[in-house]
T-cell receptor
């Protein structure tokens, strides 16, 4: 099955700095890579995703890049704000159209004012 | 309001006492799934269902059962809970069969403690 490694496990930045979280996956058949944000005590929520036919996707201050050759993808947050503080999970799907998402173990991002 | 609901939200029980955590969605989603979340281990899938009467094991199915008799409901059953099943449980649903490429909507979570 798929295995997803996520780094770092914790990340502390100053407000306004950029933050980068990296994930690697094992199954070259994986073709869908979402990122979820989980604030303290709340449920995970999708913030951005990318599919294997796209190398980069942006949504305001958030971007995700995908390198299929190297089997890794990254989340980039620019101009971080205290409300970005949360746990971020990457995930990968080996999808043949259905089944499972395999999640990374999460990165706790702390943005200090 | 479109949502995924879980009940109970908090449960403390004892080893061996059967319990059921309910999950319901009102979005007519075909795909539903259960995850457990443990510190340092992230979200791990327990079971998933692609449609009524169609279920399959995820990564950590041991000690759990599920059923999907109706499209909207996907209960998680622990026949004989053990302390290692103490965890935070999330139900999730997704619109289509191609759930791997669709946003999963998570329920609010159920914090289970097994003594």
């Amino acid at each position: 099955g798929e295995n997803v490694e996520q780094h770092p496990s914790t990340l502390s930045v100053q407000e306004g700095d950029s933050a980068v979280i990296k994930c690697t996956y094992s199954d070259s058949a994986s073709n869908y890579f979402p990122w979820y944000k989980q604030e303290l005590g709340k449920r995970p929520q999708l913030i951005i995703d990318i599919r294997s036919n796209v190398g980069e996707k942006k949504d305001q201050r958030i971007a995700v890049t995908l390198n299929k050759t190297a089997k890794h993808f990254s989340l980039h947050i620019t101009e971080t704000q205290p409300e970005d503080s949360a746990v971020y999970f990457c995930a990968a799907s080996w999808g043949s159209g259905y089944s499972t998402l395999t999640f990374g173990k999460g990165t706790m991002l702390l943005v200090s004012p | 309001e479109a949502q995924v609901t879980q009940n109970p939200r908090y449960l403390i029980t004892v080893t061996g006492k059967k319990l059921t955590v309910t999950c319901s969605q009102n979005m007519n989603h075909e795909y539903m799934s259960w995850y457990r979340q443990d510190p340092g281990l992230g979200l791990r899938q327990i079971y998933y269902s692609m449609n009524v009467e169609v279920t399959d094991k995820g990564d950590v199915p041991e000690g759990y059962k599920v059923s999907r008799k109706e499209k909207r409901n996907f209960p998680l059953i622990l026949e004989s809970p053990s302390p290692n099943q103490t965890s935070l449980y999330f139900c999730a649903s997704s619109p289509r069969l191609a759930a791997s490429t669709d946003t999963q909507y998570f329920g609010p979570g159920t914090r289970l403690t097994v003594l």
